[in-house]
Each structure stands twice: as structure tokens, then as C-alpha cells.
């Protein structure tokens, strides 16, 4: 008899699992809406209790109820008419990241008897995150040697949302020497990067600000911008520059050592060692000799030898000056130093023809001596 109990009552048992099981299954149907997210609360999402078949009367007696597991108080049911509607912010991208589907899942239950449905509400992107860099600012650093066509990669911005609004397209401020190399959506074999169209000249153009910006699919479409300084390093291109490339000057002969000739000047459009100035000596006409010193680091030219007019009337000076790059370049001068007269020799007296016995009888204006006199200076030093 024991046993019989012990029967009966795991068959009774069985029976309700069964029923449970079916009432369970009855209202297993699924419901789909969908909502845009950042939607205001209290926005319509759907007529809940009438697509699910309940009556407004039997929802408070059978204990009418939504579960979503992880997902808060996101969406509320009014139990006055049986409408889900939005309760709190949703963010799709706090949701879901930017998984391309993104949905709530929310389990409603009724007692009496007891049914649980499920109900899908998809969360749609609208466009509320414009791209967005990792840095507001980058700094390129280009020598002005590159050949043009060289590519400059850069990094893109991303876009939180997905879809249209998460496609970007890119455009840079308008300049004449870079252009830009759109990667390829397909196949991401080309990196978004600056391509360079012609030569970058440090001297006429030091550093460049340009502008990449960065706008999505979205309608009206959003954009993230990042600065571009692009700082054109230098190259050893030019040569250095004397203000004239001839100069004259005036000196007195016999002028003491160390008297000072002239200053030369020579500048270099380069920067650092490439633009740093030295001047050296290359010759001097017509003898050759050191007449002259150059000092390399100031250009200086000073009196180093005696200057005699009745030796040479004037100097021709060649100096170059050379910068410090590699390989180094160098520019030329020509200093023309005209020797003034000055009165330093005394006449001289030459006797060419002597009679040395004059008879008393000579007549007067008979020649009897023939005595040239000739002076080294010129002008009325020589007169």
C-alpha cells in the first residue's frame, strides 16, 4: 500500500510539471520592436499588453511584471493602458558597443496562471557621436630633400556608431603641397596618409598648419578635426650670399699693420651648421703675397705687409666664404683695393753729361752740364 502511495503521488507530480510545462510554452510567442536610442522618456516603444493578448483589467490582479536582466529600469510597462514606453537614456553604444545588432531582451510574466513571454526591443544607432581622433594635434617632421609622391601615413579617427554613421570620409585643408591618400573600405590596403605633390622649400615656407577633417555618413553628418603642424627640416641647399659681389676701397700706401680694409658679410638662408659662415682667402693679385689677413670668423680684411704705391697700385682680393653643412657650399667676393700716392720719395738728381774744364772765353748759354731730376710719387708729390 505504501508503495501505491509513493505511485501515485510522482505521477501527480509528472502531471504538473507537464501542465507547467505547457502553460509555460503557451506563452512563449516573441514580441519585436524597435526604439532609436537616446530617445526622451516616455517615448512610445509599443502596445504591450495588447500584442501579447491580455486584457488591461487582469493586469494588476495577475501580477503583471517585466524582467531585463543587466539592463535596469531602461523601459517601463503603464499598467493603466499596457503600454511599454522609454524610461531612462539608452545609449546603443553603452549597450552594445558597436555590435552591429543591439537589443533589449525583456521577459514578462503574468500569474494566474502563470505565462512568461519574451519580448525583443531593438536598440537603433542614430547619429550621436561624431568622429573622433586619438590626437588633437600631431607634428610631422619632413625634410624638404623628400621627393615628391612620398606618403606621410596618419592615423584615422573612429566613430562610435555603426553603419552610414560610422562611415567616414576624409578632407584636407586646401595648400599647394600635400595632397590626401584615402584608405580603401574594401580591401584596407592603403593607410589614410599626406602625399607629397611638389618640393617643400624650408626657406620660403619654414612649417605648414594644415587641417584634417573627418565626417561621417550621419544625416546631417558630424565631423572630428585634427591639426597637422608640418615642420619642413632643412638641407644644405644654399649657398652662402655676400651682400656685393665686388667692393672697392681706398688705402694710403705705407699704411701701418692691422689697419682695417674693409668688413665682409656673407649670409646663408640655411639653418644650424648648414646657414654657419666661415671666410677664407683665395688670392691676391698681382704678387701674391700676404699683404692682407681675412679673419675666418668675422670677415675682417686687415693691412698685414707694407703697401707701396710705386710697387703696386691696387690689389685684386678673392674671398670665399663657406658653411658648415654636408657637404659644405661656398659663395665668392672680389675686394679691389685701389693704393693711394703718398709724398714718401724725394726728388732725384741725375748728371748725364759733364764738362769738367769751362774756357774763359765760353759764351753764355753754352751747355756745359746736361742734369735730369725725376720723382717716384705721382701727381704734385712728383712735380
Known amino acids: 500500500m505504501f508503495g501505491s502511495q509513493r505511485r501515485g503521488l510522482g505521477t501527480r507530480r509528472l502531471l504538473l510539471s507537464l501542465l507547467l510545462l505547457t502553460v509555460w510554452e503557451a506563452g512563449s510567442g516573441q514580441v519585436h520592436y524597435s526604439v532609436p536610442e537616446e530617445a526622451k522618456h516616455g517615448t512610445f516603444v509599443g502596445r ?3 500584442d501579447l493578448g491580455l486584457e488591461l483589467a487582469e493586469l494588476v490582479p495577475r501580477l503583471f511584471r517585466v524582467a531585463s536582466k543587466g539592463r535596469g529600469d531602461l523601459l517601463e510597462v503603464n ?6 514606453f522609454v524610461n531612462s537614456r539608452i545609449d546603443r ?27 525583443e526591443v531593438e536598440v537603433k544607432d542614430i547619429n550621436d557621436n561624431p568622429p573622433v581622433f586619438s590626437l588633437r594635434e600631431q607634428k610631422l617632421l619632413i625634410s624638404e630633400s623628400k621627393q615628391p609622391d612620398s606618403h606621410f601615413p596618419l592615423e584615422g579617427a573612429s566613430d562610435a556608431d555603426i553603419g552610414e554613421n560610422a562611415l567616414l570620409t576624409y578632407r584636407l585643408s586646401q595648400n599647394e603641397y600635400f595632397s590626401l591618400e584615402l584608405p580603401t573600405h574594401s580591401k584596407q590596403t592603403k593607410r589614410l596618409s599626406l602625399t607629397l605633390k611638389k618640393y ?21 553628418e558630424l565631423t572630428g578635426t585634427l591639426q597637422l603642424f608640418v615642420q619642413v627640416l632643412d638641407i644644405n641647399d644654399n649657398d652662402p650670399e655676400f651682400e656685393q659681389s665686388e667692393y672697392k ?9 692691422e689697419t682695417f680694409v674693409i668688413k665682409l658679410n656673407a649670409t646663408d638662408r640655411d639653418e644650424g651648421v648648414n646657414g ?18 681675412l679673419d675666418e670668423n668675422n670677415g675682417e680684411v686687415r693691412v698685414n705687409g707694407t703697401l707701396d704705391y710705386e710697387e703696386n697700385k691696387f690689389y685684386e682680393i678673392e674671398v670665399q666664404a663657406t658653411d658648415k653643412g654636408n657637404p659644405p657650399m ?13 709724398n714718401d720719395n724725394a726728388p732725384e738728381v741725375t748728371v748725364t753729361s759733364l764738362s769738367l774744364a769751362v774756357r774763359e772765353d765760353t759764351q753764355p ?3 756745359i752740364a746736361l742734369i735730369s731730376v725725376s720723382d717716384r710719387d705721382s701727381g704734385a708729390n712728383g712735380q
Open 48 to 50: 504591450i499588453a495588447q
Open 79 to 84: 499598467l493603466q493602458n499596457g503600454i511599454l
Open 93 to 119: 553604444e553603452e549597450l552594445c558597443g558597436q555590435s552591429a545588432e543591439c537589443g533589449i531582451h525583456l521577459e514578462v510574466i503574468v500569474d494566474r496562471p502563470l505565462q512568461v513571454f519574451h519580448v
Open 200 to 220: 617643400l622649400d624650408r626657406e620660403k615656407t619654414p612649417e605648414l598648419n594644415l587641417l584634417l577633417t573627418a565626417a561621417d555618413g550621419g544625416k546631417p
Open 249 to 257: 676701397v681706398r688705402l694710403m700706401e705705407n699704411a701701418a699693420k
Open 276 to 293: 654657419e659662415v666661415t671666410y677664407s682667402l683665395m688670392s691676391i693679385k698681382p704678387n701674391g703675397k700676404l699683404l692682407f689677413t
Open 330 to 342: 661656398a659663395g665668392h667676393c672680389t675686394v679691389w683695393v685701389d693704393i693711394l700716392d703718398a
Open 365 to 367: 748759354s753754352t751747355v
